[in-house]
């Protein structure tokens, strides 16, 4: 398992310079660069000379090879370099966002899988049935709705007409700020797992083992804890793990509907900026968590079903 893990992450390696050189070039076709923040947007023009010195500052005349084969040579050393706005470090700006980013996800993700194993399982149980049919309609409809039509769909809901939850903001100690971005988030992944278990437990199901199990005289209950849970749960995993790290470097739209200070949210002002080193610094802590996400998942497999092994 140890050599899998390794092999695993030595094959990130390349996937991480990919995702560094599509990001730098990205930034850099985009149309202006961090120097657009002297802009004065009533003048609209500025001292030609200060564009240059601060270009000069901060490596943005220099060719497109000639700035990424510099920051990749920080990277090597572990330095994200600064930010060009506020003179910050790149990491200290993302660990600040960090944790509130690890909230969210975290809750969504605890939300989508209770609600989505839950429902799959429930009508998988009753394949055919009118709640089956019910359960189907809802979770395509979970699948299809747009993650911020929701979240202002719940946010009217909520916030404005009922006045239960706040409707945007951050508080360390309340949870009241974590609900809405939390089920919008949860929600929007919640019906691909529930169709995704459905599936699964219907195979499952069909199995010879689980025939063998009830002509021994096994409950219905003893049959679905024991034998159905457990197996209908393998390509459920692998789902929760990609939603899990798609809820933590995907969480932009939910973080800018509800003002949460998190990375996404980050992201969108320092794109909006051109604020290249901090982008860069996002979208690499996004792939970083992404793939180790996707190689505890694979760990997890032997856990779940011991005739896995790795080679």
């Known amino acids: 398992m140890a050599r899998f893990a390794l092999r695993r992450l ?5 996937v991480l310079l990919g995702v560094t050189f599509i990001t730098f070039v990205l930034m850099w076709i985009i149309p202006g660069d961090a120097t657009q923040s002297f802009m004065d947007p009533k003048i609209g023009t500025i001292d030609p000379e200060v564009l240059r010195a601060a270009r000069k500052v901060w490596g943005l005349d220099a060719p497109f090879l000639v700035q990424y084969g510099k920051y990749l040579g920080n990277l090597l050393r572990g330095d994200l370099g600064y930010s ?4 910050e470090r790149v990491w200290d700006a993302i660990a600040q966002r960090l944790p509130a980013t690890g909230r969210l996800a975290l809750a969504a993700m605890v939300i989508s899988t209770a609600l989505g194993v839950s429902a799959g399982v429930f009508t998988a149980l009753r394949r055919g049935s009118l709640v089956d049919a019910a359960g189907m309609i809802v979770t395509l409809a979970g699948v299809s709705v747009p993650t911020f039509w929701l979240g202002l769909l719940l946010m009217w809901w909520l916030a404005v007409r009922w006045a239960i939850l706040p409707a945007t903001g951050y508080g360390r100690g309340e949870l009241s700020y974590l609900v809405l ?5 949860g929600l929007s992944y919640a019906g691909a797992i529930a169709r995704l278990a459905r599936s699964a437990t219907l195979d499952v199901i069909g199995a010879d083992y689980v025939r ?15 034998h159905v849970l457990p197996n209908a749960m393998i390509p459920v995993l692998t789902l929760i793990g990609i939603n899990l790290g798609g809820m933590l470097s995907g969480s932009v739209i939910a973080e800018t509907v509800f003002s949460w200070p998190g990375i996404g949210s980050l992201l969108v002002d320092a794109i909006q900026a051109r604020n290249l080193l901090l982008v860069q610094g996002c979208v690499l802590v ?12 694979d760990l997890l497999y032997g856990l779940l079903d011991p005739r896995i092994r790795y080679a």
């Open 286 to 297: 996004f792939a970083v968590i992404f793939i180790a996400v996707n190689v505890l998942v």
């Open 212 to 226: 063998t199990a009830r002509a021994k005289g096994a409950g219905r209950r003893t049959v679905v804890a024991r």
């Open 84 to 87: 060009y706005l506020t003179n």
């Open 181 to 185: 971005p939390a089920v919008t988030v």
């Open 10 to 14: 030595l094959a990130a390696v390349p």
